[in-house]
């Protein structure tokens, strides 16, 4: 006979205290932020729970550049390490998010959407920030974006952000939105063995041989903390496999394709999506963070009323899920992209799509959420 | 001579190609050579020296030598520090930046690092001038001076860097030269020593982007301005007629625990509550 299942500890959490619990039970153990709203409890929860962590480090920086460069500095030295912000903030961390793809170094970045360009709606939710936060820095580089559409997927999208991060070597951004962050449900919190948990690859070699940019069969370098007698340099120029400056053409071309294909050979690990009802689906709605929560209870009703529609959420934003998205579009009469911006996610679709379906979008823009009715109508 | 050698191959990367960066009469070797022999001083091990370099003339000094090496953004040197410094305290971290690196784009950061006092020694290699970018004024290019950016002279006025950081309030602030080197070498150590924030000040002349346009006739004469203008603070303060001389020394000691030590005693604190609780 088993032993009675311990019951689970329950907690009553905002989405943003629960990415925070995802955060430690990936492993997190550095923070470093600048208040914003809508994403500050974040900041705050770590503020409380990491002086209790084992080897636990917060800092509230001066700004949100200063919190990016805090979370790299932290990050070489071995920590799994996050920061959150919202749109001001996170135009400023554009410079450090190139810094981090460029050199490599894993991170986890939380961006809570508000509505609006500059200072915008700070207390509304909104979806503007999804192209910014593929091409937000300049110059080409890979990138991983997640999303997360309710408090229990705060805590899982979080750990899956941290173990791509470490495993790819990556900074991974994952967007939430105002609703996500700030609806309160009662979840499971995490125990540890919950979760399949990831740490970065050390070298194995002795110190001499240790090529910090060396091409390997995954195209992920192995990475050593700081301080751990492997001593190599870091740098934002384009550099050669020894972390060295490099402006040879073969050696540039080399470190940008190898970067590119770290993460393009593993879309199967990194491409995450939910099918409701798609296998015979006439009519597909594609949606991510609070509005496919709408567009779930739309399509059931939809379903109800005789359609034949389906919903596709989508939990990886960037690499865009093609190979889920296309052979949708491929046997749906209509597709609908419903989004709490001008149409962002839904460029991507058509870029897909290639005007094989109709591709209609949904867009609001006044820091209202799309509701299931809204949706409905487009629909049924 | 031999000193010298061995302390080339204990501590100058093999692997890097050489020639250096720098100019013909650039003062950025001689810092490097100074931040070479302090640690070398101090008989740190090189495992544990982390040197963060920002973007210019001065962030390029990371690369050459064999230590723990990170070549960050423009200015952001001390926020990339910081984090390593918090995440490992064991670590001896030095973040080495240029005039428009720490006064200018990062102003923000250093007055903040300062504030804080964040264990990090922060070295400033001041030449006067944007120097990779071909001679634009800075944040501490001096009234009056050219520059490709201030043509007619400069309107503005320069940082003082001591006062700055004084006023900030970090542990430790000094000033040397690359002509005064062994004074040089004394302050670097000095500061690594100290816990919280040490600042030193390196003037470095730039005679390419800086001094030709300024009236100075070549390499050596930037130097002798520096031996006529620089005397120790001690003396300085006594002098009557104070114009056209620099104070060098050490301006700023105080007794502060750095950021990541108080962090430590916080948490053991707190640890040391929850034992005696249960």
Redesign the interface.
């Known amino acids: 006979m088993t032993a009675p299942r311990k019951k689970r500890r329950e907690a009553f959490l905002l989405g943003n205290e629960a990415v925070v619990e995802g955060a430690l039970a990936a492993g997190c153990t ?1 923070y ?1 932020g600048y208040p914003i709203t809508p994403s500050t409890e974040i900041m705050e929860c770590m503020a409380k729970r990491l ?2 962590v084992p080897d ?2 917060f ?1 509230q ?3 949100e ?15 799994k ?1 996050m920061t959150a912000t919202s749109g001001p903030g996170f135009s400023l961390m554009q ?2 998010i190139g ?1 981090a793809a460029m050199t490599e170094t894993p991170l986890v970045l939380v961006n809570v959407m508000r509505g609006g360009a500059s200072t915008g709606l700070p207390t509304s939710p909104g979806q503007g920030d999804v192209q910014q936060a593929r091409w937000g820095a300049h110059g080409d580089h890979p990138i991983i974006v997640l999303s997360a559409a309710d408090v229990p997927e705060c805590v899982e999208m979080t750990v899956t952000a941290f173990n791509f991060a470490e495993k790819y070597r990556s900074p991974v951004i994952l967007l939430l939105d105002e609703i996500t962050a700030h609806t309160r449900e009662k979840i499971e919190l995490p125990e540890p063995g919950d979760f399949e948990v990831f740490s970065r690859l050390t070298p194995t070699m002795p110190p001499e041989w240790y090529k910090p940019y060396e091409e390997t069969m995954r195209g992920v370098p192995p990475m050593p ?5 492997y ?7 384009t550099h050669d496999p ?1 972390g ?2 490099t402006s040879r053409p073969e050696e540039v071309r080399a470190l940008t394709e190898r970067q590119f294909r770290k993460i393009d050979r593993f879309f199967e690990d990194i491409q995450i999506v939910e099918h409701v009802e798609t296998a015979d689906a006439e009519v597909v709605v594609i949606a991510y963070g609070c509005v496919a929560r709408s567009a779930r209870l739309a399509v059931k009703q939809a379903r109800e009323a005789g359609v034949r529609a389906g919903l596709l959420v989508l939990k990886t934003l960037y690499p865009f899920p093609r190979r889920h998205v296309e052979p949708l579009l491929r046997n749906c009469r209509l597709a609908v992209v419903p989004e709490l911006n001008m149409g962002q996610l839904s460029r991507e679709v058509k870029r897909v799509n290639e005007g094989y379906t109709t591709v209609r979008t949904i867009n609001r823009i006044d820091g209202q959420i799309i509701t299931p009715s809204q949706i409905l109508k487009e629909i049924a | 001579m031999a000193e010298i050698t061995q302390l080339i191959h204990q501590y100058l990367r093999h692997n890097k190609k050489f020639p250096l960066v720098f100019c013909p009469g650039c003062g950025h070797g001689i810092v490097l050579g100074s931040l070479v022999r302090s640690v070398h001083a101090l008989g740190l091990p090189k495992d544990d020296v982390v040197i963060v370099a920002g973007i210019g003339c001065s962030g390029r000094i990371a690369a050459y030598v064999d230590f723990n090496t990170v070549h960050t953004t423009h200015g952001r040197a001390l926020t990339v520090a910081t984090g390593i410094k918090m995440a490992n305290p064991k670590l001896t971290v030095i973040a080495v930046m240029g005039d428009g690196d720490a006064f200018s784009i990062g102003g923000n950061h250093l007055i903040h690092a300062a504030r804080r006092n964040i264990g990090v020694t922060a070295l400033v290699l001041n030449n006067f001038i944007y120097g990779m970018t071909g001679g634009q004024c800075s944040s501490t290019t001096p009234e009056g001076a050219y520059s490709h950016t201030c043509p007619q002279g400069q309107l503005e006025s320069a940082f003082d860097i001591v006062e700055l950081t004084r006023a900030a309030g970090a542990a430790g602030v000094s000033r040397g030269t690359v002509y005064h080197v062994k004074e040089l070498d004394a302050l670097l150590a000095e500061a690594i020593s100290r816990p919280g924030f040490n600042l030193v000040e390196a003037l470095t002349p730039c005679f390419t982007q800086y001094g030709r346009g300024n009236g100075f006739k070549s390499a050596v004469e930037m130097f002798k301005w520096l031996k006529a203008s620089c005397l120790p603070v001690e003396r300085y303060e006594k002098l009557e007629d104070r114009t056209g001389k620099l104070p060098i020394g050490t301006f700023v000691r105080r007794d502060v625990a750095g950021l990541e030590t108080r962090w430590a005693n916080m948490r053991q604190a707190l640890a040391a509550k929850k034992g005696g609780a249960a």
């Open positions: 550095f470093a002086p209790h636990g480090a800092i920086m001066e700004d550049i200063a919190s990016m460069g805090a979370v790299i500095g932290a990050s070489l030295a071995g920590r390490a410079e450090q810094y903390p700081i301080g751990s007698g001593r190599f340099h870091v740098t934002g120029l020894l060295f400056p």
